[in-house]
């Protein structure tokens, strides 16, 4: 079984400042990786996901995410946010050999502050 | 465009009726997936299914039910609803890309 921890419920942080979302996950198989974002009064989409290759991977909007086999982590990071970026992050995993079970994170609600 | 449907964005109910939530993709997606998201908790999965006919309980199944008669849609079915089943439920399809595209919830309140 997986399981997925963010530590941090809420973020806030000033607009330009750099932020970083935590996430950990627990699994005895390898897994593929995933950022979801749910803007205000909007549904989950996906922000960035790791599957093989690069251990560091970018989304469109200035996101990146690095995958640490050995610290089983997933952190999401942006040098510096928008008021925009604000919404609910939620980390999730997936065993890499069906993709059927996807296990999420509680998430992290960030706040970017004028 | 990938487009997933959820026949109601807000449900009320009554403990002990029976309530159908439908979910509807577009994108001939083989599998298709029932959350709930609670505050705090994140989203957490209810049932999956990989094909038609074929389901698989997902971490808590208890009080649910589901049904996959055709490929492009995927039913959520409370048995006899029950107040701690009051929630967002979300619907997905997953591409083969195991990127999950996701319907716009259904806000059910049970009295």
């Known amino acids: 079984a997986q399981s997925v921890t963010q530590l941090d419920s809420q973020v806030p942080v000033f607009e330009e400042a750099p932020v970083e979302l935590r996430c950990n996950y627990s699994s005895s198989v390898s897994v593929y990786l995933f950022w979801y974002v749910q803007y205000p009064n909007q549904g989950l989409q996906l922000l960035l996901k790791?599957?093989?290759?690069?251990?560091l991977v970018e989304s469109i909007n200035g996101f990146e995410a690095e995958f640490n086999k050995s610290q089983t982590s997933f952190h999401l990071r942006k040098p510096s946010v928008h008021i925009s970026d604000t919404a609910e992050y939620f980390c999730a995993v997936t065993p890499d050999n069906y993709g059927q079970n996807f296990v999420f994170g509680p998430g992290t609600r960030l706040s970017v502050l004028p | 465009d990938v487009k997933v449907t959820q026949s109601s964005r807000y449900l009320v109910k009554r403990t002990g009726e029976k309530v159908f939530l439908e979910c509807v993709q577009d994108m001939d997606h083989e599998n298709m997936f029932w959350y709930r998201q609670d505050p705090g908790l994140g989203l957490r999965l209810i049932y999956f299914?990989?094909?038609?006919?074929?389901?698989e309980k997902g971490d808590i199944p208890e009080g649910y039910s589901v049904s996959r008669e055709k490929k492009e849609r995927f039913s959520l079915i409370l048995e006899s609803a029950s107040t701690n089943q009051t929630s967002m439920y979300l619907c997905a399809s997953r591409d083969r890309a195991y990127e999950q595209y996701f319907g716009p919830g259904t806000r059910l309140t049970v009295t």
């Open positions: 299914s990989y094909d038609v006919k074929m389901k």
């Open positions: 790791y599957l093989s290759g690069s251990t």
